[in-house]
């Protein structure tokens, strides 16, 4: 989250110093915990908006998976607002569906079970649990997939 709010603090910089945006009253904010709001007086001004605050993201490290547009909405005086939302964590239908991939690997000796808003994977080998980061990584999940090994 910290990085998020990094990513959010540079983009809003940028958007005061940059030519293009400057009277223009376009501005990008932390809504929450769990969302961006960006708001811009046009639609292509709101499409520069996310322009500069995925590059920012990127530039930070965080997946583009991770986020999530809703509709662009009027606010006053013709200008448009629109949400980001921050996706955290993995649901029980996401984790089954990753529950599912990971015992359909023909992987010998792993198990995975579902834990809370993540998914833990647990092997007596270190290589076999390598294995499953590997297929995971190279498979296209619509989520943000993060790995910790815990084996030391």
Avoid at 53 to 59: P, Q
Avoid at 99 to 105: G, P, T, V, Y
Avoid at 132 to 141: E, G, P, Y
Wanted: glycine share 6%.
């Amino acid at each position: 989250m910290q990085e998020v709010r990094n990513a959010v603090d540079q983009a809003a910089r940028e958007i005061g110093t940059r030519f293009d945006f400057k009277g223009t009253g376009a501005t990008v904010e932390l809504a929450g915990s769990d969302a961006i709001e960006l708001n811009a007086p046009t639609d292509d001004r709101l499409r520069a908006l996310r322009q500069v605050l995925e590059e920012k993201l990127i530039k930070r490290s965080i997946s583009l998976k991770s986020i999530s547009y809703e509709n662009p909405e009027e606010a006053s005086k013709g200008a448009l607002r629109q949400k980001v939302n921050l996706i955290s964590g993995i649901d029980t239908d996401k984790g089954k569906i990753l529950n599912k991939m990971i015992k359909e690997m023909g992987v010998k000796d792993v198990s995975s079970s579902i834990h809370g808003n993540c998914v833990r994977v647990t092997s007596k080998k270190r290589d076999t649990l390598q294995q499953v980061i590997t297929n995971l990584k190279s498979s296209d999940f619509e989520l943000p997939l993060q790995f910790g090994n815990f084996r030391e």
